[in-house]
């Protein structure tokens, strides 16, 4: 499984505040410490709310770049602010995210196909996320087939069914596994799925063992990418003994540390 780390996101106070003061040696430790912990690809996200995106998104690349060879998961909704991080990313790619608007995907794909990207898309529109598995399953498939009209094959998408915060609305943490099950019928080979793990956990208690819970059943269901929370030793751990368990390393008796 591709694991991702969400850390380096304006949404953490100290994040936004290095991006605020452009402080570079801040950004560039805390990428380290992501590569120490055992990050595979580092999510980008300038944060909410404000109004240099397009300049604090080009920035933190090329200060992301500067200390990590990773792929670089370019986190935004904004158009401006994703065409100003992808030209300035040097390192693998994906684009973090188009959603099913016709708007989104006709700027997006284009854009990924020029840079060679892969490309995260959530399983909402104009309307809001869908409510059951069925409606996130044919949004997937609208923007499979549009992908394919812009020459990018479904083996370049990653299929994210938007995860929300299980105190909002109980009975979507299983819609979602319903729904990573209804993706994997969609093609052949299946199609590469993602989720932001830790939305499940928003404005809870308990959150890491909300997060480790959820990521279990997730992996359980076949999921092939995670935006989680890497500096949780013990989430990091399950994805090792997970990854086992799916046949994805080889068994040796000191798999954790290998
Ligand atoms: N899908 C995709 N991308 C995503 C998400 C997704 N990117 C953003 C998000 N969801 C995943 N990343 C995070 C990052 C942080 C948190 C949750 C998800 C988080 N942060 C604490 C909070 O807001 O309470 C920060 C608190 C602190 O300052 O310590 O929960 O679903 N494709």
Redesign the pocket.
Known sequence: MLVIS?RI?G???AVGRAIDARDEGFIQQHAVLQMECGAQAL?L?VGPGRDDGPAAMEWLVRTVQEVSDLPLCI?TPGIKTMTAGVKACRNRLII??TTAEARKMQALFPLAKEHDADV?C?TMDERGVPNDAESRAEMAMLMITTAMEHEIMPDRLYL?P??LPIKAAQDQPMKVIKAMQLFQTLNDPAPRT???L??VS?GAKERGILNRTFLAMLMGAGLSAA?VDVQDAELMRLVKAGELLRAEKLYCDDFLRA
């Open positions: 969400e996101n949404l953490y106070a999510d996200n986190d973090n995210s995260i959530l994210d938007l995860v993602v989720v932001g830790s939305n928003n935006i």
